[in-house]
């Protein structure tokens, strides 16, 4: 069962570093202020107040910094303010990102007795090269270490890589993804590199130092990643940024492959692959086709803007092409029914 998240915003927060493609402030809309336990709580309560549906477990998520890399106290005051929530089973689990390098003995003793159960690292490339071109102040030797030492602790592990990063291919990026998967993380996150207003990536794009992937090659990428985790059992939470009002209207983003629908656009091409298999496999048909999948496939087999329709419709010269869901299929199943 999905957890509902309990969102709490530390943008670039315990950050001194300047990784060429991160404007946090851009990404959140807003710079973290340590405020008071009590705020911090009153904030949590009035979330949990507002918006929770009681038949998911709750996990109280700290977003966008380097939560390892923040002081000492600030990290006590952000799990004191917490941990009392997971202890009066208001919510039951705490999870935070932080950077490979931030997991040592120190960090791992000082959050030791505090109910945090998942941690994600931000991982972003396996390629010691991309990783120094994205001023990432990392190796990837440090993202194995870490993982070794949360396993160690029996954490649930999450890593987070990037596509399309200075200096990236199609086969650096898929290496990448195999190291990390290797790596046996509980999920994984991706994310293509977007190229955000005031960051260094912004600079070098407006000099022609970089360029981004375009939208196509990205979902493409992507797509062969998702297969890649999924036949090795590691599940993929998240494609593509979350989507926010400073995104979608382009406030924040210069250029690159930003989609607010960036994951169904990848789960729309993995569909039109198999679909594409299946008629091939079908032998001739008349130029009627209905395509039946489980309900909760339907909008994947139509893509986005029924984009997926037109192609097939053009690729096999259809006269129409409807897609239809039916209980009785499983989301693996995929049935066609043709008529002249
Ligand atoms: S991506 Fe993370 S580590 Fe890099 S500058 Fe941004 S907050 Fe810091």
């Known amino acids: 069962l999905k957890p509902f998240i309990v969102p709490i915003f530390i943008p670039h927060g315990g950050c001194s570093h300047h990784c060429v493609f991160c404007n946090q402030r851009q990404i959140t809309g807003k710079r973290f202020s340590f405020s008071s336990l009590q705020h911090i709580q009153h904030q949590i309560n009035q979330f949990l107040n507002y918006n929770h549906q009681k038949r998911r477990p709750v996990q109280i998520a700290f977003f966008g910094g380097n939560f390892l890399g923040l ?20 919510a039951d689990t705490i999870r935070f990102s932080t950077r490979p390098d931030t997991i040592n003995e120190t960090t791992l003793a000082l959050i030791r007795d505090y109910p945090v159960s998942t941690i994600e690292l931000g991982v972003q490339s396996m390629a010691d090269e991309v990783l120094a071109l994205s001023k990432r102040g990392h190796h990837a030797i440090d993202t194995t270490r870490a993982v070794g030492m949360l396993r160690k602790e029996a954490y649930a592990v999450g890593l987070q890589m990037m596509v399309g990063l200075p200096g990236d291919t199609e086969k650096g990026v898929l290496a990448s993804g195999l190291k990390i998967a290797a790596l046996k ?34 979902v493409t990428l992507v797509k062969q990643l998702y297969l890649m985790f999924q036949k090795q059992d590691i599940p993929v939470v998240r494609m593509g940024l979350q989507a926010s009002t400073d995104l979608d209207e382009g406030e924040a983003v210069l250029a690159g492959p930003y989609h607010p629908s960036f994951g169904h656009l990848v ?3 993995i569909m039109l692959d198999r679909v594409i298999a299946k008629i091939k496999k079908h032998g001739p048909m008349g130029d009627k086709l209905i395509i039946l999948v489980h309900p ?9 803007n029924n984009q997926n329709i037109i192609l097939l419709q053009r690729h096999f010269h259809l006269h129409t092409v409807k897609v239809a869901g039916h209980e009785s299929l499983s989301p693996e199943q995929i049935q066609l029914v043709t008529s002249k």
Not at 193 to 199: A, E, P, Q
Request: proline share 6%; hydrophobic share 40%.
């Open 71 to 90: 002081k000492k106290d600030q990290i006590l005051l952000l799990l004191q303010a917490t941990s009392p929530f997971i202890s009066t089973g208001a």
């Open 185 to 218: 993380p509980d999920f994984v996150r991706i994310y293509p590199t977007v190229v955000l207003k005031n960051s260094a990536l912004a600079k070098w794009y407006q000099k022609g130092k970089y360029e981004p992937f375009t939208l196509a090659r990205s």
């Open 267 to 269: 789960l729309s091409e």
């Open 296 to 304: 909760r496939c339907t909008s994947q087999v139509r893509g986005l």
